[in-house]
């Protein structure tokens, strides 16, 4: 089964960018459909962005659409999410997910496999 670790978090003031990234130790990671999700304090997880397996079409968050990107690179094995022109209600876990499902999907049931999450906190 594929493990997965995420990386990338940490504090950005608003306007900001950072790059997460999501290893799936050593599996091939185009064959799997690839997600993001985040939860705020408070709140329940929400999607934020997917890529397809072995295609690569991409799938976005209407509130993420134009400033977030999800890419992957099968060389490294590893899924990015770049995020750019961040505001302070991106604060949240961001977690990465693996699913077999062949079309990028929002819904969460749909991914079988999680990491454990990396903060990103946006500040004012």
């Known amino acids: 089964q594929v493990q997965l670790i995420e990386s990338g978090g940490g504090l950005v003031q608003a306007g900001g960018s950072l790059r997460l990234s999501c290893g799936t130790s050593g599996r091939t990671v185009s064959d799997y459909t690839m997600g993001w999700f985040r939860q705020a304090p408070g709140k329940e997880r929400e999607f934020v962005a997917a890529?397809?397996?072995?295609?690569?079409?991409?799938y976005y968050a209407d509130s993420v659409k134009g400033r977030f990107t999800i890419s992957r690179d099968n060389a490294k094995n590893t899924v990015y999410l770049q995020m750019n022109s961040l505001k302070p209600e991106d604060t949240g876990l961001y977690y990465c997910a693996a699913s077999t499902w062949s079309a990028p999907t929002g819904n969460s049931g749909n991914y079988n496999t999680w990491g454990q999450g990396t903060q990103v906190t946006v500040s004012s």
């Open positions: 890529i397809a397996r072995i295609v690569g079409y991409t």
